[in-house]
C-alpha cells in the first residue's frame, strides 16, 4: 500500500499545480528523492521523450497496475484494509488515479486508441492533428507503440467493467473504448500475419531516446518490430476477454476472478 500510495502520489498528475506543468492524467516515468533526507525532488524518465511529457507506455503499465488494484483489494474483506486507511480511502485513491489516467490516455492518442510513443514528441508537431485520425504507423516523424495500446486495452476493460459494475458512468465508455482499441490491434497492420516474422504484434518501441529500436531501410522511424511485452500484454488481454465472453474465471496476479 506504501508503493500504491507513493505512486499516486508522485507519478500522476492531477492538474493541481505541483508544477508548470501539471497536465491531470498526465504521469512521470520516474521520481528522484533525495537520498539523505527523503525528500522529493523532481520527475524523470529515460525512455520518455523529457520528464515533463507523457511517455504513453509507461502511462499505460502505471493505470493497469492501478485498475488490477482495484480489482484485488475490492476482493478483499474490509476488515483487512483497516490498518491502511480502509476500504473507502485505498479504493478511493486507485479510482481517482485511474479516472484522471484514462481520460488523459483517451485525449491523447489517435483516434483508434493507439498512442505514439511520447506525447510531447517534437515529430508530432510535423503530424498537424495527429489526435484527430487513426495512428499512422509509417509516418515519417514520429513512431507509434503497439505495446502501450496492448497494455491499455486492457486498463480501459478491467476498469470499465470494475465501474460499471459499482454503478460508475465511465464504466460504459472506458468498456467499449477499451474493446476498440483491442479490435484495432487484433488486424493488420499491428497483428502479424507473415509467417517469416516471429513476432505477434507489430510496431511496438523499446527506447527511441538511445536509438535502440530497427529503422527498416528506406524509413525515418522504426517501425516493424515487436517486443516482448507487447507481446504478452495482447495476449493477456486476449484471454481476458475471450474468458469474459465466455463467462469464465478471468486470470488475475493473485489467481482466477
Known amino acids: 500500500m506504501q508503493h500504491v500510495e507513493a505512486t499516486a502520489r508522485y507519478s500522476v498528475y492531477y492538474g493541481e499545480g505541483r508544477d508548470s506543468y501539471d497536465v491531470a492524467g498526465r504521469v512521470a516515468h520516474e521520481s528522484i528523492f533525495n537520498v539523505t533526507d527523503g525528500n522529493y525532488r523532481c520527475p524523470s524518465s529515460q525512455q520518455g521523450y523529457s520528464p515533463f511529457t507523457t511517455w504513453t507506455r509507461g502511462l499505460a503499465w502505471a493505470i493497469l497496475g492501478f ?14 484494509l483497516e490498518a491502511v486507511g480502509g476500504r473507502a480511502k485505498i479504493l478511493g485513491l486507485c479510482q481517482r488515479a485511474v479516472q484522471v489516467t484514462a481520460e488523459f490516455y483517451l485525449a491523447n492518442t489517435a483516434s483508434d486508441g493507439i498512442p505514439y510513443w511520447d506525447t510531447g514528441a517534437p515529430g508530432l508537431a510535423a503530424l498537424g492533428e495527429w489526435r484527430q485520425r487513426a495512428a499512422d504507423p509509417f509516418n515519417r516523424h514520429e513512431p507509434v507503440d503497439s505495446s502501450a495500446a496492448a497494455i491499455a486495452c486492457q486498463w480501459l476493460v478491467r476498469c470499465g467493467s470494475w465501474l460499471r459494475a459499482a454503478g460508475e458512468k465511465d464504466g460504459e465508455r472506458f468498456l467499449d473504448a477499451g474493446l476498440g482499441v483491442l479490435s484495432r490491434l487484433l488486424d493488420e497492420p499491428y497483428l502479424n500475419t507473415s509467417e517469416a516474422h516471429q513476432g505477434l504484434l507489430l510496431h511496438s518501441v523499446y527506447h527511441r531516446p538511445n536509438g535502440w529500436d530497427a529503422v527498416p531501410p528506406g524509413r525515418t522511424v522504426p517501425c516493424g518490430e515487436s517486443s516482448l511485452w507487447g507481446d504478452y500484454h495482447i495476449r493477456e488481454a486476449a484471454l481476458y476477454l475471450q474468458r469474459v465472453i465466455r463467462r469464465e474465471p478471468y486470470l488475475t496476479f493473485w489467481g482466477p476472478a
Open 67 to 80: 485498475a488490477e488494484e482495484l480489482e484485488f483489494l475490492g476482493s478483499l474483506p474490509a476488515e483487512s
